[in-house]
């Protein structure tokens, strides 16, 4: 079965860029119809959709986040990743990776980033 | 972008009773709408998928209903481990994915 783990620094400074990389297992990114996606969630707030890559290269973002948001795909490492720059204190957030058909399923087990000087 | 509105916010309920959820969109999203389950400090968990369809190891006692703009999701006999945050997600728009704002369901 399908796995992923996010993994990235959880302390980032304002104004500089958070970088994250979800690593997939059990199931190649390239051989699948699915798109590949970032979730985050604020502390004790609800859930927002960052974006999502296809293994092409395809991406759709976050229409609020879309000038701040890079997510690109390693096929050779089954890897996918995700860039937010400029951040503020309000990209402090727990940041899940998930396979995407439309609906998200499964999940990373997450990785909180706080954006803190 | 497509509006998802959950009620109530939080809901109390007694173990062993019914508890009904409701998730409402600002346009159609016709069936592509999905339920996701989420306890303290975990991942939030597929439930339900094309509003009505559990997904894989879900018990029966959850089941979703709707189309268009308004769902419901339902536990029928609630247990100690339905206690959490349930989230609705419209899929329709591919482009642009959006959530419901969440119903804790608490112990009454």
Redesign the interface.
């Known amino acids: 079965q399908v796995q992923l783990q996010e993994w990235g620094p959880g302390l980032v400074k304002p104004s500089e860029t958070l970088s994250l990389t979800c690593t997939v297992s059990g199931g190649s990114i390239s051989r699948s119809s699915y798109y590949w996606a970032w979730i985050r969630q604020p502390p004790g707030k609800g859930l927002e959709w960052i974006g999502n890559i296809f293994y092409s290269g395809t991406t759709y973002y976050n229409p609020s986040l879309k000038s701040r948001v890079t997510i690109s795909v390693d096929t050779s490492k089954n890897q996918f990743s995700l860039k937010v720059t400029s951040v503020t204190a309000a990209d402090t957030a727990m940041y899940y990776c998930a396979r995407r058909s439309g609906l998200f399923d499964p999940w990373g087990q997450g990785t909180l980033v706080t954006v803190s000087s | 972008?497509i509006v998802m509105t959950q009620s109530p916010a939080t809901l109390s309920v007694s173990p062993g009773e019914r508890a009904t959820l409701s998730c409402g969109a600002s346009q159609s999203v016709s069936s592509?709408l999905?339920w996701?389950q989420q306890k303290p400090g975990?991942?939030?968990?597929?439930l339900i998928?094309g509003a009505s369809a559990r997904?894989t190891g879900i018990p029966a006692r959850f089941s979703g209903r709707g189309s268009g703009t308004e769902f419901t999701l339902t536990i029928s006999s609630l247990k100690s481990e339905d206690f959490a945050v349930y989230?609705c997600?419209q899929?329709n728009d591919?482009?642009?994915?959006?959530?419901?704002?969440?119903t804790k369901v608490e112990i009454k």
């Not at chain 2, 591919?94 to 969440?102: A, I, Q, R, V, Y």
């Open positions: 972008e592509n999905a996701y975990q991942a939030p968990r597929l998928y997904a989230y997600q899929y591919w482009s642009s994915l959006t959530f419901g704002g969440g």
